[in-house]
């Protein structure tokens, strides 16, 4: 009988279509069981596969296996694997690898819901190849630059989505009160594999909710932004600072062509659908360094630029205002500009203290001496393509 | 598509309700990807009568055409496909099903494990139980941005080169198939080890 007509099969199907519906629906305990009772039949269905159809049986096994590695069912993932494998002469190479990626998940997972308590993490991998990266072996600072930029990136999605504002620097709230955690594991990969865990902790009231799924799934959203360009970031962000964020962290993911030729980023779960493979090159990075040090918005009649480090900010009561200037000068020489829409530019402010920035200013109708701050940015940093490696 | 004055051209209808007749899959799941690809058409057609007109491109094959049809999805349908990733995802799944069974006779056979860069498994009668064929299929359904045909070669152009480099080697042709809902196109590309 051909093992793909047993009626177990769409039983199975059945089964997993009911669990990922419960998953949809929150009914996370009725997913994994529903997996796990799919796997069952799915098992049997691959362990009476014939030997002599080594590709089915490896199609079927894998399914199997993954429906009990959906189902949180590691141990028995494993131990269904192994059966496979201990006979790899009935296996094709690809049967072969996707079983053992599969036990591979299956030690991370395992250990890793041991240490949460729970079994929601949500996967990203980014896959470095050519350049420099051989088999599990890459120079450390290569490495380091990316493992950094990716979790800064994915806490930077986890605040846009729960609406935070902007953060220069420091951790996110998300972070600090165990929301949204990060975790690494490195990846088993043909070249060398940077693997994360995006997990959720504990929910504070105040925050808006977000789940890891969105987190990597808007990760790769931005990262296939990022791959068509940075005004392809711009069009999905419509906050300037995050979207500057985003493309300086993009672009340092991306190859520089000497070190690293190639960077592809994805999430290996069925719980992010349809999620972007994007896939980086050297000359992303180019295009997004180009738009990094595009200037602030063109100046418009009235206006001025101004550069210059942020000395003061003050908010008080009466008013508000800032100082600019070069701090070896006497006062008269600083810039004093009052902030017309105090909330949104005092926050800005604050956030870029001590830093170089530039600003876009605007001359005030009446008597007053002092201008109008319009927009403030930070001047961005002169780099070259690989100064991070 | 340019049609000279004269030219008969076939159209071969489609109920999507019950073209999932042939296949290996189950009621809920085929049901629940007529009703995605419903939601889909339904951003940018009128619901039928007449059929959605679908044209398939296949390199080095004449185009053919199909008359889709499909029921105008009603509230429940489009909240639970409010996630237009994964409205589209299916409804491509189901379109992408209905085109290869047209096209060559390809039967589904199931889905493929996540990952390993194909979604959908095919095989035809007569074929061994090793010959099934792996498929990537790519759905654009955007709302509000018009996809022409341009992006979609752009895409099918992707999604062979992920059908024939995957996660692994490919050992067997593959094929990729790409379903514009806004356009009504269809293009397959099928791809050799």
Request: hydrophobic share 35%; proline share 6%; net charge negative.
């Amino acid at each position: 009988m051909n093992p793909f007509e047993d009626p177990k099969r769409q039983h199975s199907e059945e089964l997993a279509f009911e669990a990922e519906r419960a998953w949809a629906e929150e009914r996370q305990e009725d997913a994994f069981r529903l997996f796990r009772e799919a796997a069952k039949l799915e098992a049997d269905v691959a362990l009476g596969a014939p030997l002599t159809t080594p590709r089915a049986r490896g199609v079927l096994a894998v399914s199997a296996v993954s429906l009990y590695y959906k189902g949180a069912a590691f141990e028995d993932a494993k131990v269904l694997a192994y059966r496979f494998l201990s006979a790899p002469e009935h296996l094709t190479d690809e049967g072969r690898a996707e079983l053992e990626d599969l036990v591979d998940r299956c030690l991370r997972e395992e250990e890793m819901a041991r240490a949460t308590g729970t079994s929601d993490m949500v996967p990203l991998e980014c896959k470095l190849d050519g350049g420099r990266i051989l088999v599990g072996v890459a120079p450390e600072p290569v490495a380091r630059k990316r493992r950094e930029r990716v979790q800064q990136l994915l806490m930077r999605s986890a605040d846009w989505l729960a609406e935070q504002p902007y953060r220069e620097q420091g951790p996110s709230e998300l972070q600090t009160t165990e929301q949204i955690q990060v975790y690494e594991a490195p990846a088993r990969a043909a070249s060398y594999g940077l693997r994360f865990y995006v997990g959720t902790g504990r929910q504070v009231p105040t925050t808006k909710r977000v789940t890891p799924e969105q987190v990597v799934a808007h990760f790769l959203s931005m990262a296939a932004a990022a791959e068509q360009g940075p005004e392809a970031v711009k069009a999905l962000v419509d906050d300037e600072q995050y979207a500057r964020g985003y493309i300086e962290g993009f672009r340092d993911i991306a190859p520089d062509g000497k070190e690293v030729g190639v960077v592809a980023c994805s999430a290996p779960t069925w719980r992010v659908r349809n999620a972007p493979r994007p896939v980086f090159e050297q000359k992303h990075r180019k295009a997004l360094e180009a738009g990094i040090q595009t200037k602030l918005r063109p100046l418009r009649a009235g206006e001025r630029e101004v550069i210059g480090k942020l000395m003061e900010i003050h908010a008080v009561w009466s008013g508000q205002w800032i100082t600019l200037g070069d701090p070896s000068l006497p006062d008269e020489k600083r810039e004093i500009l009052i902030t017309k829409d105090a909330a949104r530019l005092i926050q800005r402010c604050v956030s870029l203290r001590t830093q170089e920035v530039r600003a876009i200013v605007r001359k005030p109708s009446g008597n007053f001496k002092s201008d109008y701050l319009v927009d403030i940015d930070p001047v961005p940093k002169q780099r070259s393509s690989d100064d991070d490696e | 598509m340019a049609v000279s004055e004269g030219t008969v051209l076939t159209l071969r209808v489609i109920d999507l309700h019950e073209a999932g007749a042939p296949h290996r899959v189950t009621a809920h799941r085929w049901g629940s990807w007529v009703e995605a690809a419903s939601v889909c058409f339904a951003r940018f057609h009128d619901a039928p009568p007449p059929p959605t007109s679908c044209t398939v491109r296949r390199p080095h094959h004449d185009p053919f055409y199909l008359g889709v049809t499909w029921r105008a999805p009603d509230t429940v349908a489009q909240d639970s496909y409010k996630n237009e990733p994964d409205a589209t995802c299916e409804g491509a799944y189901c379109i992408a099903v209905v085109t290869l069974h047209e096209a060559e006779g390809w039967r589904y056979q199931g889905r493929t494990s996540h990952a390993t860069g194909a979604d959908l498994l095919f095989a035809r009668d007569g074929d061994g139980v090793d010959d099934f064929v792996k498929c990537e299929v790519s759905g654009v359904s955007a709302s509000g941005t018009p996809v022409g045909e341009k992006s979609m070669r752009a895409r099918i152009v992707d999604k062979t080169h992920q059908v024939r480099t995957g996660k692994r080697k490919l050992d067997r042709p593959g094929i990729a198939v790409v379903v514009g809902f806004q356009t009504g196109h269809v293009l397959v590309s099928e791809v050799q080890p």
